[in-house]
């Protein structure tokens, strides 16, 4: 800009004309435009620094841990190993004696008593021996038959009865008491009876029409 008394050029904040010493109250004479400078362009910003990458642990780290812990490990073994070593003597020496058995044939009073009851042992049963009678001296003799040497006890018995009678007796078996034999023939009648034998030696064998008969063991 410049003073309106004088053309001389003055700046916005000068009062007074520096060639004519006019006070400056009086608009400028010209204006000049200022001349924009096309080919200044507003700097670009660049955004903060990428972070640096983190770095992992070196060697010397993992080793010194890796040091650390077995030397915390051993620590650990030292103070508390003896204790379990110091139970574990107790132990052995506080195990009862009575754990392992008594060698060399000696016996203590605390030895375990036998828990298997005992049997009592049953004596065999003896078989009844039968009641002896006399063989009546009227008795005749028949023969013998299964075992047994037959006779007639009187004379309403004819002795192919009575051997039927001791066949049928000695059919039976070994007896420990009074047998009855049924349907005993007789070749004589043609006719069937029973017949009841004593447990008795000789046995002695009664029935039908008054007959008797006796048997006695050979040998």
């Known amino acids: 800009m410049v003073c ?14 520096g060639g004519c010493g006019a006070y400056l109250t009086d608009a400028p004479a ?3 435009t200022p001349v924009r400078d096309d080919t200044w362009e507003v700097p670009y910003a ?20 890796i040091a650390a812990v077995a030397l915390v490990a051993l620590l650990l073994v030292w103070l508390f ?12 020496t506080t195990a009862p004696a009575t754990s392992e058995p008594a060698t060399g044939g000696e016996t203590t ?34 023969g013998s038959v299964g075992g047994f040497t037959v006779y007639s006890g009187n004379d309403a018995t004819s002795c192919p009865f009575a051997e039927n009678v001791g066949s049928a007796y000695a059919d ?30 000789p046995v002695r064998c009664e029935g039908g029409n008054n007959a008797v008969v006796y048997l006695v063991p050979v040998g």
């Open 46 to 65: 660049t955004g903060p620094p990428p972070p640096e990458p983190r770095q992992g642990p070196s060697a010397g780290m993992i080793a010194a841990a």
């Open 109 to 142: 009073d605390e030895a375990t008593p036998s828990t298997t009851p005992s049997t009592p042992t049953e004596s065999p049963t003896e078989a009844p021996e039968p009641a002896e009678i006399e063989l009546p001296g009227s008795a005749q003799t028949c």
């Open 30 to 32: 010209e204006e000049t």
């Open 172 to 201: 039976l078996g070994e007896t420990t008491e009074e047998a009855t034999l049924s349907d005993v023939s007789s070749p004589v009648t043609g006719e069937t009876y029973d017949m009841t034998c004593d447990f008795t030696t």
């Open 4 to 17: 309106s008394n004088c053309g001389h050029p003055v700046a916005p904040e000068d009062q007074y004309c």
């Open 81 to 92: 190993g003896g204790d379990d070593e110091t139970t574990a003597g107790d132990q052995t």
